[in-house]
């Protein structure tokens, strides 16, 4: 089946620094990938979607210059929360989308800034 | 039973009860519809689709029901287990872009 890694599983920032999150399809290429973001006991909110070469496209309110995505290859895409701040501190779930496999998620990562 | 309020709903059940989740979704447009399940912690977890061209369709010990007149999703869990307690959002595909967009989800509880 498919498989979706997302990388990492938590991680932990100083207020100001940037946190690089990666999502990778394993065993298929993906031709477009999905990022969201989930506060404690709410729903997923898309944030941004990305397509390989392409400029990613973003969801109303989202700040795309804090929250950078690049869609290097068919199975890698990353997402950069840029001068990270407290209330960035969520979990962010990535997903790929392919013909066959439908929405495939990644396992999510904790992100907490101090 | 169940409650709104500022965060999740909640629907607490007996264990060997059948669970039913509700849904409404946004867009009249919407072609293709998912029920996931999210455990704490982890990303969601496909339960079972539906194509908008059906009413109705069942997996095992799971149904999906679809009510496109009042834009209604529901999901009917037979013989709820203690292992079914999670959260359960619905999800709709915008066509357009091909995006995923989730419903607010409801947090189920089952006791032993």
């Known amino acids: 089946g498919a498989v979706v890694s997302q990388h990492p599983s938590w991680v932990i920032c100083k207020s100001g620094t940037s946190v690089k999150i990666e999502c990778r399809s394993l065993?298929?290429?993906?031709?477009?990938m999905f990022w969201y973001r989930q506060f404690p006991k709410q729903s997923l909110m898309l944030m941004a979607t990305?397509?390989?070469?392409?400029?990613?496209?973003?969801e109303q309110g989202v700040e795309k210059d804090k929250f950078l995505i690049n869609h290097a290859s068919l199975t890698l895409s990353t997402l950069t929360v840029t001068s990270a701040h407290p209330e960035d501190s969520s979990f962010y779930i990535c997903?790929?989308?392919?013909?066959?496999?439908?929405?495939?998620f990644g396992s999510g990562t904790r992100l907490t800034v101090v | 039973g169940e409650s709104v309020g500022l965060h999740l709903p909640t629907l607490s059940v007996q264990e060997g009860d059948n669970s039913i989740i509700n849904c409404a979704y946004s867009?009249?447009?919407?072609?293709?519809f998912i029920w996931y399940k999210q455990e704490s912690g982890k990303g969601p977890q496909f339960i079972i689709d539906?194509?908008?061209?059906?009413d109705k369709r069942q997996g095992q010990r799971v149904t999906v029901l679809l009510n496109k007149t009042v834009k209604h999703l529901s999901l009917q869990i037979a013989a709820t287990q203690p292992g079914d307690s999670a959260v359960y959002f619905c999800?709709?595909?915008?066509?357009?872009?091909?995006?995923?967009?989730f419903g607010q989800g409801t947090e189920l509880s089952v006791k032993p």
């Open positions: 999800a709709e595909n915008q066509s357009q872009g091909g995006k995923l967009i």
């Open positions: 990305s397509n390989e070469g392409s400029k990613a496209t973003y």
């Open positions: 539906i194509r908008s061209n059906m």
């Open positions: 867009n009249s447009a919407s072609d293709y």
């Open positions: 997903s790929a989308r392919q013909e066959v496999y439908g929405y495939t």
């Open positions: 065993d298929f290429q993906a031709t477009t």
